[in-house]
């Protein structure tokens, strides 16, 4: 060993520094580096904290985030949060639940933005006592550690010392007694570890630069009125409201409203109401030619009696809009208008504001186009107009106006057709104002789009339900909506017919396949909406060679018989006052797929949180013929332990069946009732010894 | 009609903007409004771009985005990549992937980091050629058309003006003849739309601000030699490699070159090379005394002799050190460091630094301890000391020390006991300078504190391998550790045994169980290592009750019979060249596991990108009985046609089989070998119309 020349660690590092880094200077150190936490994983964060997750008022915020440390070292977090108008931040401490993996949850007590954020730190007395009560196990002595211990209880008191003296001195007093030489090592750790101290200490964490993380990122999470979340819509031309060959009117409207809350309805969706343009006006059956007595397509937006700040003459004054919508709030109903941003040639903007449209090289406007299909009647705007900044504030004006005019919700009309830049700037500057308002996206085109929409600002959306028909389509589809990532800021609505569809499985499937329509539409979604009359009238005859109503109120009155017998409104009613009375049908992420041994029967659960509501839907997806089948259930997502006897009530039958364990039978003939929804109910004995299903 | 009092909607806006907004000021749109595209969804992205990805030198680097914009007008793309040490971004287009996905790739041909973005844009000339060409199809008049297209080639002749002249002259000529009322519009449509014209308006498109939007990050991909994707490493214990009874030094391990060599490895790995320390020096076994001649623990550093850059005198000198690292690399081996960031008692740091350790209130320094377990014999830097930046930056200069003596790979022991933020900034602060040096973390932890480290900047992995030995839980981890977002930056490293583990199977499983592990290992994953020579000499007697090998190397010397007639170097030396001659074997994401109707028989397949090669290993999961099963096998992860025939070839018994269809018969005795590794050839027709297997 001694014949080997020695280094000099000393003179080896200044060689290594000069050889290494001759052209570099020495790297230094971050000054940031002593944060051992590292915060990441939040969720619910959408695409990396650019979009805000969804939520609705009173819902308990569920937030999580991974803190990292290297070691062994206790840590501890918390949550920051507030809502955007809030000056300062609350707090909620953060729960282990393994694997590095940290939750916290609060109250979303009031609408609009709110921001949440994360801080993650070593728990040094955690640490300690943690170890400490090993080495005390393992009969070690103690004595340094405990004064390591009364270090730390004095250094809490320093911290508490300021907001809290009476904290500060109790742990200074527990410092002493860990500290002092004189009494036995059992009581010194007993007093510093006191389940008073443990909370004094917890509660005063060392929060500075140097041992707490922030999180690099704030979340937002926009907080909707409840109805964001769960709403049933009916959607009515006012203009056929009337007496049979007269012009409906929003008075008219008014005397529906009853039938409409009959059936459960929430929202009512009018069609554009403003002045029906005459240029290019369509006729019957979208026909080029409209006679002088055809009313046009209420998308033809503006005439000389106004554009899209003015009423249609025949429905009515303004005045009798604002009536409408004070009559339906009164039965708990919202008025939504639908917002169509174009114009018929004849709109006051096409003369006040030619340079919002594109002008072609012979000098006309560009109409809307679908090469080779031509809309002559519609113009659309130019969201990159020279005047586009005054342009897109008269748009906005536009939702303001009827705002003021009590509005709260809108369908908004082909919105994938406009700037995504326009709709993020224009919803977040109305909900900035009027956090209460809600906005439905008609977006029927490429998925991505419609997620960009729904990330932008859109409350609600369109979706593809109303061409999903099998159960394998459905199941695909709504695993994809009901989890994270789409879950977070994609609120589905469904609608198995619309003014402008009329799908294929409703012009042939008769009664059964609209019920079975119905009730998938409302039950899968807690958002959900019709076009009536036709639905509940069973309307299934299509223009030929189209998907759509053979004369639709698109382009002509129709008159409705309401009273017919073989209307579906008493199902729609008990679909929807089950929906009412069932929390687990009014959210769509608690859902769950059941198998079955025939791919005509399809079932699937919905569930509370706490499982304190669960149902359960058994649908014949076969509009022809009865099937039966076995149900293979997983019990564990209808709250049922194993071996437990459990009541289902179907609410449609009213029919109820004790069942156990997790194969059971159903059968369902379409021609007396294509699904059943069950209610599940666990047996529960009460105080008295008396069982009963809860 | 007439009744009913017309709204003017001039007075309206302003009665909406006085009361809606009383108190706010109007809104403005925002000044980058106009630009439509939104640029999501980027990959590779690691965390929201927190971290970079990991690639070799010479990968084909795939990127992917989303470009989403409103309507259906065509979108383009691009992406802007360069080495971080480039001035200027490189540029390739974005292909369209359908469901508004794009992709793009670039061959990563220089080590260190590279950037990449992406930019979209509205491509107004293919929308306006698309949307002519439906017209013209039609039938329907294009003049204006003509008009506007001439507009759009002058556009874009303004563009090309100043950087390509002729490209400008060439459009502008086009735009002439397009607008020329006096020829045809067939003559017209063509002159704007030839090849030539396309193909120069899509190398000049409009990237205005107005129209181009620029993601808003900038992904980091760190593209590392080759030799982070795969390496096979052989670890030994120079001591332990001199003559029976002798301390060897780095000359015996010179000799040894050959021996590692032919078995087929690329990374000899050594444990600590530095003096031991004296103080609480560990004896045989892990016992609490060594004697006087005990050698002590590698991992218990420095001594008298010096610290982390000195070597341990009975080795040999650092000139020693540096010829066994030029030996090694003329064999293509590259000699891996151990760097261990603990000293012993004796260490020259607790004297020149003593404040670099934490102080215990009794005036001793802390060692090592996992309560109640104690290690005297080991000090942990204190990484938040008042000196951190002084500690910091000492930890980086070793390993810059070494790095200017010759090494280019560090195997960091327990690097998860030490500050995350150290190895990020230390990690960072290496690989700015010396891109080509590699880290292979050993940290067996929390799983997700070892994909921090990874993300921090380790470059390999050591894994649960070891611990992973049913087909349940192998498949299970192979799909964790396989795809995003683990893939992109957690290279897996599987080690049947380390010296400080051996494993339970290892114990009791026989040769069988040794072999089979050795296939796992090394065709699982591309990087893998073992502990030699207990591994090809199947040691496996365990300390009692303990998972480490008794007489352990870590604490006395050992003298091995390299020429066992028992050992594995033959079967070791046949798998690592099955790993160099099949590139499927030499990357860890393509990977598919297959259905087999036994559970004792595992089946997974490898293979490039291209389908050029694919390899199936089946391997018999039980040591102790034959199997035989039915493989089902996914033709299309062999890219094998349904119904062709093929052959597939087993390197290990030299047998060739002509299987067709997917389900094929295996049988594996483990007396004579646990598994097959088979290179699937697929049969080929000359253009002699002579079949062979390819």
Same mark, same amino acid.
């Given at each position: 060993m001694a014949d080997r020349p020695l280094e000099d660690p000393s003179s080896m590092t200044h060689r290594t520094a000069s050889d290494a880094l001759s052209k570099h200077t020495r790297p230094r150190p971050p &000054?940031? *580096?002593?944060?051992r936490v590292i915060v990441e *994983? !939040? %969720?619910?964060?959408v695409d990396g904290g650019r979009y805000p997750a969804k939520r609705v008022l009173g819902d308990d915020v569920v937030v999580e985030c991974d803190l990292i440390a290297d070691g062994h070292d206790a840590i501890a977090g918390r949550v920051l949060f507030r809502h955007a108008a809030a000056a300062s931040w609350q707090v909620a401490p953060l729960v282990p639940l393994g694997n590095d993996r940290f939750r916290a949850s609060f109250v979303a007590d009031q609408i609009g933005i709110w921001e949440v954020t994360f801080e993650g730190w070593i728990d040094a007395f955690t640490t300690w006592r943690r170890d400490t009560e090993k080495k005390k196990a393992a009969d070690q002595d103690v004595t340094v550690e405990l004064l390591i211990g009364a270090r730390l209880l004095s250094e809490g008191a320093a911290r508490a010392a300021k907001d809290a003296p009476g904290v500060a001195a109790l742990l200074e007093d527990a410092a002493r007694i860990a500290a &002092?030489? /004189?009494?036995d090592a059992a009581e010194r750790f007993a007093a510093a570890t006191s389940d008073l101290i443990v909370r004094a200490m917890l509660a005063t964490p060392d929060l500075s630069p140097a041992n707490a993380t922030r999180y690099d990122r704030t979340l937002r999470i926009i907080v909707d009125p409840v109805l964001a979340r769960f709403s049933a819509w009916y959607e009515l031309f006012p203009r056929s409201s009337g007496e049979p060959g007269k012009h409906g009117t929003f008075a008219d409207v008014e005397k529906r409203l009853d039938y409409v809350a009959g059936m459960g309805f929430d929202v009512l969706y009018l069609p554009p109401i403003h002045p029906i343009g005459r240029a290019f006006r369509k006729g019957p059956n979208n026909t080029l030619t409209a006679g002088p007595n055809d009313p046009g397509s209420p998308w033809a937006i503006g005439a000389a009696e106004g554009g899209? /700040? !003015?009423?249609? =003459?025949e429905l009515g004054t303004l005045a009798d809009f604002e009536r409408l919508v004070a009559a339906a709030r009164s039965r708990k109903i919202e008025v939504a208008l639908d917002i169509a941003f174009q114009v018929s040639p004849d709109h006051p903007y096409v003369k006040e504001h030619p340079d919002w449209f594109v002008q072609r090289p012979d000098g006309t406007i560009q109409y809307a186009e679908n090469p080779p299909k031509k809309y002559q009647d519609v113009y659309p705007f130019d969201? !990159?107009? /020279?005047d586009w900044k005054g342009l897109w504030s008269e748009l906005l004006d536009v939702f303001l106006f009827w705002i003021a005019r009590g509005v709260k919700v809108f369908r908004v &009309?082909? =919105?994938?057709? /406009? %700037?995504l830049r326009f709709w993020e700037w224009c919803i977040g500057e109305i909900k900035a104002q009027h956090p209460e308002v809600l906005f439905l996206a008609e977006a029927f085109t490429r998925p991505k789009l419609m997620y960009a929409l729904a990330k932008g600002g859109f409350s609600q959306s369109y979706t593809y339900f109303t061409w999903r028909n099998t159960k394998q389509e459905l199941e695909q589809y709504l695993t994809e909506l009901t989890r994270p990532p789409v879950a977070e800021f994609y609120r589905p609505s469904f609608w198995p017919n619309t003014p402008d569809i009329l799908p294929e499985h409703l012009q042939h499937g008769g009664r059964p396949t609209f019920l079975q329509r119905l009730v998938l539409a409302a039950t899968l979604s807690s958002n959900w909406g019709m076009y009536g009359p036709p639905f509940e009238l069973l309307e299934h005859v299509p223009r030929p060679g189209a998907e759509e109503y053979i004369d639709s109120e698109k382009f002509q009155l129709r008159s409705w018989n309401l009273d017919d017998p073989q209307s579906l409104r008493d199902a729609i009613a008990l679909v929807n006052r089950a929906r009412r009375e069932n929390p687990a049908l009014q959210q769509t992420r608690r859902i769950a797929f059941h198998r079955t041994d025939s791919d005509a029967l399809m079932a699937y659960s919905k569930r509370t949180d706490d499982f304190g509501n669960v149902v359960l839907v058994v649908a014949n997806m076969d509009p022809r013929h009865k099937h039966g089948g076995w149900i293979d259930l997983d019990l564990a997502e209808l709250g049922v332990r194993p071996g437990e006897s459990f009541q289902v009530h179907d609410v449609f039958s009213d029919a109820r069946f004790l069942w156990n364990g997790p194969r059971n039978y159903v059968e369902l003939d379409p021609a007396l009732f294509p699904a059943s929804l069950f209610v599940v109910r666990r047996k529960v004995r009460s105080e008295h010894d008396f069982e009963y299903f809860l």
């Open positions: &000054d940031d *580096g002593l944060r *994983g !939040a %969720s619910p964060e &002092d030489p /004189k009494r899209h /700040k !003015a009423v249609h =003459p969201f !990159a107009c /020279k &009309d082909n =919105p994938h057709t /406009k %700037s």
